[in-house]
């Protein structure tokens, strides 16, 4: 299943690739992207581990900018 | 500039006066320290908490906390000016690179706008507006002037002008009147429009181009990947190093601490690659953006690097390089005059529905008095034969004549040919033809200026008829009589002639050709949004079906790779450079904010460059010749 958030207050390009390859490394994911331009995020993964996964993207992202937030 | 934007700028601007008060005001030097960590306070307090937040999160190498160490230590060595410039400048920069960034995201959101927000729905002769999700196919809508068309669909009542600018890049509006089928998108422009919807609004037009270009930016060019792993050993080499150069030389009794560690800071300023990290994807993003704005839509950055090494170029000929309709492309009378031997074959053809009737009543271009016209016979395979002003006429191909046993004769000019006889004598012929579409000479042209090697034409007509266009264009190579599957199979040969580094595009018009659109290195569709499979399978979608596009699409990919490079090589090599100096103590703490904040400056304007407005390309011409 692939899905996409927006990402608000995402203001680091680095930080961006940080949280992308952070995210690649969850257990369960299989492909993830971050674009920076476009503040949006694609994660595809297993459907049913999807919520768990999508709670450690938020942790993930929280510790790389700790404003940034993932929105549906 | 948004809220915090300005927030920003306001608190640079008063650290900058503050800065220049400490530096030029006669301070003692004992409270010379508070002067500057006024300003720095201003300007930095930020990057300090979040240096905080992200050390307790055991982010080493966030770049908050290397520039907050950077600039303390800098505090510690004595070296206030310095600290306090440097939190400065890396301000400047990051509001400079949130403004650059803003402004590509806004030239995205430009195309955005072609997203229609409602429908006036007609339902039992009330109009109800609502939202263009909720239209299905059958409804009929109601567009105004000035409105755009919401839902693709076919003109039931009302002329007017489209405005397909924001979809096609084409300037000059079209003329739309019933019957004719409209893209949603466009801006009716004069008159009110009744419109049958023929796609429900997930599958229209502009449903699909918004969903093409907000994907684009996924689909990551090597050159993209290359920085994202660069980037992801850059900074804790940098900062490994400076550790290193802090302490080994010092305790190797090479010199002072206060110098090493000096050293040492210079690394942890530049030991950001925000440079390449941000420049590159916003170079592909302001390509992207730029070829929509022409009307050239495409998937990804990594099709913008495959179409900037075009070797080859294969185009399909009907509907590509040809309108794919057919028009009477000679007249040659024998006896009587053009406009009689056109007059004679138009009133012989004009009870017929055939195409090539129509044709030929669309050359005569008058209103055809069928009353001349008093007896009349159709005989399949061969022609008409008819009485016309009581003389007897016969109009069709070479065998009708040998029937009639008239004396004929074949023409030269390839095309279907059509042999008109007036009273048993032979009266000359027409000769009917797909016709070349006005840019598709100069795009051959040009694409042999862009120093594209080889040019090719697939096509399913006949030799004849093939070589003819490919003369005419000056297209190297000509495969004819191809079915779909022996395209493919001409594509497999050509792709394995080319050279390695080189690619080879393929332009159709979307008709029957899905496979080898997704064959060739880069496959181009034309005709804007005719066929879904097309749009799947291309790699790059043109809104109209110029054929002129694709040099001018692979122009823009040339000037992207262009600027990526150049952005790549500047940055690698001030970084480089600055490094080598500061490790040898001949850089300052001012070179080092050059590397970072300059070069991501400098970086991003480059970039800009690409979306900037009229941005035409050289060699690029404003408007197609039509």
Same mark, same amino acid.
């Given at each position: 299943?692939?899905?996409?958030?927006?990402?608000?207050?995402?203001?680091?390009?680095?930080?961006?690739?940080?949280?992308?390859?952070?995210?690649?490394?969850?257990?369960?994911?299989?492909?993830?992207?971050?674009?920076?331009?476009?503040?949006?995020?694609?994660?595809?993964?297993?459907?049913?581990?999807?919520?768990?996964?999508?709670?450690?993207?938020?942790?993930?992202?929280?510790?790389?900018?700790?404003?940034?937030?993932?929105?549906? | 500039?948004?809220?915090?934007?300005?927030?920003?700028?306001?608190?640079?601007?008063?650290?900058?006066?503050?800065?220049?008060?400490?530096?030029?005001?006669?301070?003692?030097?004992?409270?010379?320290?508070?002067?500057?960590?006024?300003?720095?306070?201003?300007?930095?307090?930020?990057?300090?908490?979040?240096?905080?937040?992200?050390?307790?999160?055991?982010?080493?190498?966030?770049?908050?906390?290397?520039?907050?160490?950077?600039?303390?230590?800098?505090?510690?060595?004595? !070296?206030?000016?310095?600290?306090?410039?440097?939190?400065?400048? /890396?301000?400047?920069?990051?509001?400079?690179?949130?403004?650059?960034?803003?402004?590509?995201?806004?030239?995205?959101?430009?195309?955005?706008?072609?997203?229609?927000?409602?429908?006036?729905? !007609?339902?039992?002769?009330?109009?109800?507006?609502?939202?263009?999700?909720?239209?299905?196919?059958?409804?009929?809508?109601?567009?105004?002037?000035?409105?755009?068309?919401?839902?693709?669909?076919? #003109?039931?009542?009302?002329?007017?002008?489209?405005?397909?600018?924001?979809?096609?890049?084409?300037?000059?509006?079209?003329?739309?009147?019933?019957?004719?089928?409209?893209?949603?998108?466009? #801006?009716?422009?004069?008159?009110?429009?009744?419109?049958?919807?023929?796609?429900?609004?997930?599958?229209?037009?502009?449903?699909?181009?918004?969903?093409?270009?907000?994907?684009?930016?996924?689909?990551?060019?090597?050159?993209?990947?290359?920085?994202?792993?660069?980037?992801?050993? /850059?900074?804790?080499? +940098?900062?490994?190093?400076?550790?290193?150069?802090?302490?080994?030389?010092?305790?190797?009794?090479?010199?002072?601490?206060?110098?090493?560690?000096?050293?040492?800071?210079?690394?942890?300023?530049?030991?950001?690659?925000?440079?390449?990290?941000?420049?590159?994807?916003?170079?592909?993003?302001?390509?992207?953006?730029?070829?929509?704005?022409?009307?050239?839509?495409?998937?990804?950055?990594?099709?913008?690097?495959?179409?900037?090494?075009?070797?080859?170029?294969?185009?399909?000929?009907?509907?590509?390089?040809?309108?794919?309709?057919?028009?009477?492309?000679?007249?040659?009378?024998?006896?009587?005059?053009?406009?009689?031997?056109?007059?004679?074959?138009?009133?012989?053809?004009?009870?017929?529905?055939?195409?090539?009737?129509?044709?030929?009543?669309?050359?005569?271009?008058?209103?055809?008095?069928?009353?001349?016209?008093?007896?009349?016979? !159709?005989?399949?395979?061969?022609?008409?034969?008819?009485?016309?002003?009581?003389?007897?006429?016969?109009?069709?191909?070479?065998?009708?004549?040998?029937?009639?046993?008239?004396?004929?004769?074949?023409?030269?000019?390839?095309?279907?040919?059509?042999?008109?006889?007036?009273?048993?004598?032979?009266?000359?012929?027409?000769?009917?033809?797909?016709?070349?579409?006005?840019?598709?000479?100069?795009?051959?042209?040009?694409?042999?200026?862009?120093?594209?090697?080889?040019?090719?034409?697939?096509?399913?007509?006949?030799?004849?008829?093939?070589?003819? +266009?490919?003369?005419?264009?000056?297209?190297?190579?000509?495969?004819?009589?191809?079915?779909?599957?022996?395209?493919?199979?001409?594509?497999?040969?050509?792709?394995?002639?080319?050279?390695?580094?080189?690619?080879?595009?393929?332009?159709?018009?979307?008709?029957?050709?899905?496979?080898?659109?997704?064959?060739?290195?880069?496959?181009?569709?034309?005709?804007?949004?005719?066929?879904?499979?097309?749009?799947?399978?291309?790699?790059?979608?043109?809104?109209?079906?110029?054929?002129?596009?694709?040099? !001018?699409?692979?122009?823009?990919?040339?000037?992207?790779?262009? #600027?990526?490079?150049?952005?790549?090589?500047?940055?690698?090599?001030?970084?480089?450079?600055?490094?080598?100096?500061?490790?040898?103590?001949?850089?300052?703490?001012?070179?080092?904010?050059?590397?970072?904040?300059?070069?991501? +400056?400098?970086? #991003?304007?480059?970039?800009?460059?690409?979306?900037?407005?009229?941005?035409?390309?050289?060699?690029?011409?404003?408007?197609?010749?039509?």
């Amino acid at each position: 299943m692939v899905k996409t958030f927006s990402l608000t207050e995402l203001d680091c390009a680095n930080c961006a690739r940080k949280m992308e390859d952070a995210i690649k490394k969850i257990d369960g994911v299989e492909s993830a992207s971050i674009s920076f331009l476009t503040q949006k995020l694609t994660i595809s993964a297993e459907e049913a581990k999807f919520d768990e996964i999508l709670k450690q993207a938020s942790k993930v992202c929280r510790r790389i900018e700790p404003d940034c937030k993932i929105v549906g | 500039m948004t809220k915090k934007q300005k927030k920003m700028f306001a608190r640079i601007l008063v650290s900058a006066a503050l800065l220049v008060f400490a530096y030029i005001l006669p301070i003692p030097s004992s409270f010379r320290i508070f002067a500057f960590l006024l300003p720095y306070a201003v300007i930095g307090w930020d990057i300090l908490w979040k240096s905080v937040r992200s050390i307790l999160h055991g982010q080493v190498f966030d770049e908050n906390f290397l520039m907050s160490v950077a600039t303390i230590g800098a505090f510690c060595i004595g !070296e206030y000016l310095e600290a306090s410039a440097v939190m400065l400048f /890396y301000q400047v920069g990051e509001l400079f690179q949130s403004y650059a960034v803003g402004k590509s995201r806004k030239s995205i959101a430009e195309l955005m706008k072609i997203r229609p927000d409602s429908a006036n729905l !007609e339902r039992d002769g009330e109009i109800q507006t609502v939202s263009p999700e909720a239209v299905l196919p059958g409804d009929i809508i109601v567009v105004r002037p000035g409105e755009k068309i919401p839902l693709d669909g076919i #003109i039931l009542e009302g002329d007017s002008f489209a405005d397909t600018s924001a979809l096609t890049g084409e300037s000059l509006p079209r003329g739309i009147s019933a019957g004719d089928e409209v893209m949603s998108g466009c #801006i009716n422009q004069t008159g009110l429009l009744r419109i049958q919807v023929t796609k429900p609004f997930g599958e229209s037009t502009v449903a699909k181009i918004l969903d093409l270009v907000e994907n684009a930016a996924e689909k990551k060019a090597p050159a993209e990947n290359f920085i994202t792993k660069f980037a992801r050993y /850059y900074t804790p080499c +940098v900062v490994v190093a400076a550790v290193l150069l802090a302490v080994v030389p010092p305790m190797a009794g090479m010199g002072a601490w206060a110098d090493w560690i000096e050293r040492a800071l210079i690394f942890l300023v530049i030991s950001c690659p925000c440079a390449l990290v941000i420049s590159v994807p916003l170079s592909f993003f302001s390509g992207i953006g730029r070829a929509s704005r022409s009307g050239i839509l495409v998937k990804g950055g990594n099709y913008l690097e495959v179409l900037s090494r075009t070797e080859t170029v294969v185009f399909d000929k009907t509907g590509t390089l040809t309108q794919g309709v057919f028009q009477v492309t000679a007249i040659h009378p024998d006896q009587v005059t053009k406009l009689q031997l056109l007059e004679y074959a138009a009133l012989a053809e004009g009870y017929s529905t055939h195409p090539i009737s129509h044709s030929i009543q669309e050359a005569y271009g008058k209103e055809l008095d069928l009353s001349r016209v008093t007896q009349y016979e !159709e005989i399949p395979g061969h022609g008409i034969r008819a009485v016309i002003d009581g003389h007897d006429i016969s109009v069709g191909n070479g065998k009708l004549m040998e029937q009639s046993k008239i004396s004929w004769h074949a023409c030269h000019h390839p095309g279907t040919q059509i042999h008109v006889a007036v009273d048993g004598e032979y009266a000359g012929h027409l000769v009917i033809s797909d016709q070349i579409k006005p840019d598709a000479l100069e795009t051959i042209r040009a694409l042999k200026t862009e120093g594209v090697k080889k040019t090719v034409m697939l096509t399913g007509d006949a030799e004849v008829s093939g070589q003819a +266009v490919a003369q005419q264009l000056g297209i190297d190579e000509v495969h004819a009589e191809l079915l779909p599957a022996g395209k493919v199979e001409q594509v497999e040969i050509l792709l394995s002639q080319k050279s390695a580094k080189g690619s080879l595009a393929f332009l159709g018009d979307g008709i029957n050709d899905a496979p080898v659109l997704s064959r060739a290195d880069v496959g181009i569709a034309m005709g804007g949004m005719g066929s879904d499979a097309a749009i799947e399978a291309a790699d790059i979608v043109l809104m109209d079906d110029n054929p002129w596009k694709v040099p !001018e699409a692979i122009r823009i990919s040339r000037q992207t790779m262009r #600027i990526v490079h150049q952005n790549i090589v500047f940055a690698l090599v001030v970084k480089g450079l600055v490094l080598l100096l500061g490790a040898i103590g001949l850089a300052t703490m001012w070179e080092a904010v050059f590397a970072d904040v300059g070069v991501s +400056v400098l970086a #991003i304007l480059n970039a800009m460059r690409l979306s900037a407005k009229g941005n035409f390309l050289p060699g690029n011409r404003k408007k197609s010749g039509q």
